[in-house]
């Protein structure tokens, strides 16, 4: 790979640098005990660039996918990564050398690359329907092999999703089905969106389409037992910005936040709009109906984190800094406001619960935040050295620290047994060691995450620092285990 540009050597250095190499590892060596009862897929994807980005304006958002997948049966772990191969990829390894401006800019992407596919498929996992998919908001999901990690493709779902496809689709418990969205569904930087149901089968059900107050980034959104809500938040998108040198991604102060409140089985017409003071929201915990009023818990900041002003201009780190909080909207109020309050000082990403209880209140939920409660010059990064579990009944925080350097990802929460409590299991997640410049694989007794990892299962080389997780249960899912 040939050197990056000076502005984007960050994303090239420590564990965000990519690696060249695809493994299948048989066995991994593991200290602890793995419980017998843990038997199925954790599967990760981030961003791991093939070549060197084209311009000073990259962003690691924009990065490759690479997804590693570690397949557990029989107290014993196996591994194996591969990049998807999407059309961008191949297009890129064909040439060798970048092609695409980050997000697809075609002020700075090669001729060649333009009017070619610019899907990364970098961002989540989700497995539904007995396919596996890499998402990534701008292109529709991507389709590999659960065993083998082999690419399949873009899926347009008998051509109805033709565009775009959030990377964080929900899935209903109770109906099996999984909702999502699109945002600029046109088109970059246009404001038009859409909201669709997949069937347990993969079958689009319905989609319909409405406007956003203004072009913005939506990364995010919930779902409750009766309505689906759409935040829509000041970072907004322009090509016409991006064409003047300019971020595509920029933070607007001066815009308001916004959030679509609709009531499921009903026609988007009847969508109802609340605002609030500029903030923004990269991802939810959950939300649920509680009686006249719908209850979110998001990870919220003041400003975008990661992202600069319409100028180009770095944000306020502390002003970047995600906490737990609590939305409350009063659907039995005349008023578009809606009420945020701030539950946990941690500065903390990357929520998950028992996802169970999805749509429904849940009692617990589990996130990765920085030790101390004072922010850090860079606390908007994902540098987070410690892995909490909050209880909403009593307010109490669990948490497990790692030694100094490391750095934990997001955990995934797999249940003891189908019947199992709310929160009875297991979390997963894999850890970059700074000194040996490697990862390992961690899992928790979820009731008990302040005790530490009661296994971990060692890698020899990096996992570099991804974004979501997904994890599959069944014997099916653990053919990797015979690599």
């Not at 089985?265 to 009023?293: I, K």
């Amino acid at each position: 790979m040939h050197p990056p540009p000076p502005a984007t050597q960050h994303f090239f250095t420590g564990n965000y640098a990519p690696i060249n190499t695809e493994h299948d590892i048989p066995l991994l060596d593991v200290s602890g005990h793995i419980p017998e009862a843990l038997s199925g897929a954790l599967y990760r994807v981030g961003p791991n660039p093939q070549y060197a980005p084209r311009d000073d304006n990259y962003h690691w958002f924009s990065g490759d996918g690479m997804v590693h997948a570690f397949f557990i049966a029989n107290g014993q772990v196996s591994y194996r990564n591969r990049w998807a191969r999407t059309p961008k990829w191949e297009l890129e390894h064909q040439a060798g050398r970048a092609l695409f401006g980050s997000f697809g800019n075609p002020a700075t992407s090669d001729p060649v690359a333009l009017g070619n596919h610019s899907g990364t498929a970098n961002t989540s996992m989700v497995w539904h329907g007995g396919r596996l998919f890499a998402l990534e908001e701008s292109h529709q999901p991507f389709e590999l092999d659960s065993q083998t990690l082999a690419s399949k493709g873009h899926q347009s779902f008998d051509g109805q999703i033709t565009s775009r496809c959030t990377a964080h689709p929900k899935a209903d418990p109770a109906t099996g089905e999984l909702h999502f969205f699109a945002y600029s569904a046109e088109g970059p930087g246009t404001t038009g969106m859409l909201y669709g149901v997949l069937d347990q089968h993969c079958k689009v059900r319905s989609l319909q389409a409405f406007d956003a107050p203004y072009a913005s980034m939506m990364h995010d959104f919930m779902l409750t037992q009766k309505h689906v809500l759409f935040p829509v938040m000041p970072l907004t998108i322009s090509v016409e910005r991006a064409m003047q040198g300019k971020p595509l991604l920029a933070w607007e102060a001066g815009k308001r936040t916004h959030v679509g409140v609709l009531q499921r089985g009903q026609p988007v017409e009847t969508l109802r709009w609340f605002d609030t003071d500029a903030c923004h929201v990269f991802h939810v915990m959950n939300a649920w109906d509680d009686g006249e009023t719908v209850v979110a818990i998001v990870m919220q900041a003041e400003v975008a984190p990661g992202l600069p002003d319409e100028q180009g201009k770095p944000g306020d780190p502390q002003a970047m800094a995600a906490r737990l909080c609590r939305w409350t909207f009063d659907l039995a109020s005349a008023g578009r406001d809606f009420q945020r309050e701030y539950l946990d000082d941690l500065v903390a990403e990357f929520p998950r619960i028992d996802e169970r209880y999805t749509g429904r209140r849940n009692r617990y939920g589990f996130y990765i935040c920085h030790a101390s409660a004072c922010p850090r010059d860079d606390a908007e990064s994902i540098l987070y050295d410690s892995l909490a579990r909050f209880d909403f009944d009593t307010g109490q925080r669990q948490i497990y620290t790692l030694p100094a350097g490391d750095v934990i990802s997001e955990p995934v929460f797999v249940p003891r047994a189908d019947d199992a409590p709310e929160a009875d299991g297991w979390l997963l997640a894999v850890v970059w060691r700074a000194t040996e410049n490697r990862s390992d694989l961690l899992i928790f007794d979820a009731t008990d995450i302040a005790a530490g990892p009661q296994a971990l299962a060692h890698l020899p080389h990096r996992v570099p620092f991804g974004f979501h997780g997904s994890w599959r249960s069944g014997e099916a899912a653990t053919g990797g285990a015979n690599i």
